[in-house]
């Protein structure tokens, strides 16, 4: 049953306010990217990786990450789910796909390895979580407080996401509608979506805070 990792790596990083696109931003050396394929090979859970960076790349990084034999590179699009599109059309005939952020860069091999042990006892759909710490509240387009949901029943989604092959291609095929998640898409069908633990290193480097937290435990890594 082969497993293909999709890598959206295609996005701007406007929130971290770098130069450079943000998967391409280094984290001790070695660019979020580079970090994010590295966990996946080193998971051992996976066959084939796809990485979505944005069309001005794509020669770059074939010319680099791309000279592996399991690593493919795609342009990607304006939206996540754009880019996602383009590296599903590229999984070719995997059972199972995996969509992990290249901006998730310390995520844990066991971590991914757990989502692909998921899917092959069974879930087509499969998604790392963990408690929300902070109360959320929804808000109107004015800031006034419109509801307090349960924290108890809220989740942190994370990446990688498990899906089998055919139900993330229908959730794509279904519509166009942009999603921060792909397991959102999926729920749309009806398809049961399974959570498991998540882990506290796949957070995502979104903002300059988590880029210091990021380098700040590369460097007590290596002390
Ligand atoms: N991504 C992508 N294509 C896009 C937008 C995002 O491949 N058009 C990828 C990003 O490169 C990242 C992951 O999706 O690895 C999660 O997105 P996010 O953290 O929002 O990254 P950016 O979109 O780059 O950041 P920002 O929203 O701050 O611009
Ligand atoms: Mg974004």
């Known amino acids: 049953m ?15 306010g770098e130069k450079l696109p943000k998967a391409f931003v280094e984290l001790g ?4 990217l580079a970090r994010a394929v590295d966990g996946l090979r080193k998971s051992g859970a996976i066959d084939r990786v796809v990485v979505i960076v944005p069309p001005e790349l794509v020669e770059s990084v074939v010319a680099d990450l791309g000279r592996a034999a399991d690593v493919d590179v795609v342009g990607g699009g304006a939206e996540r789910t754009d880019s996602v599109r383009a590296g599903l059309s590229a999984a070719g005939d995997a059972d199972f796909v995996l969509v992990h952020d290249a901006a998730r860069a310390l995520t844990p091999p066991a971590l ?6 998921a899917l092959r006892a ?9 408690p929300v710490t902070d109360t959320i509240k929804s808000v109107d387009v004015l800031g006034a407080v419109t509801g ?10 994370q990446t990688p996401q498990g899906f089998s092959t055919d139900v993330l291609r229908s959730a794509y095929d279904a519509g166009d509608v942009a999603a921060t998640d792909d397991a959102a898409l999926v729920e749309r069908l009806g398809v049961s979506v399974q959570t498991i633990p998540g882990d506290a290193l796949a957070f995502k480097i979104t903002t300059p805070l988590d880029l210091v937290l990021a380098r700040a435990l590369l460097i007590s890594e290596t002390e």
């Open 148 to 157: 307090t949901p349960l924290r108890s029943e809220l989740r942190a989604v």
């Open 29 to 32: 050396g070695c660019t979020m």
């Open 2 to 16: 082969a497993v293909v990792a999709l890598v959206p790596a295609a996005g701007r990083g406007v929130r971290l």
């Open 122 to 130: 069974g879930s087509s759909a499969v998604i790392p979580v963990l």
């Open 112 to 117: 991914i390895a757990r989502v692909v042990d």
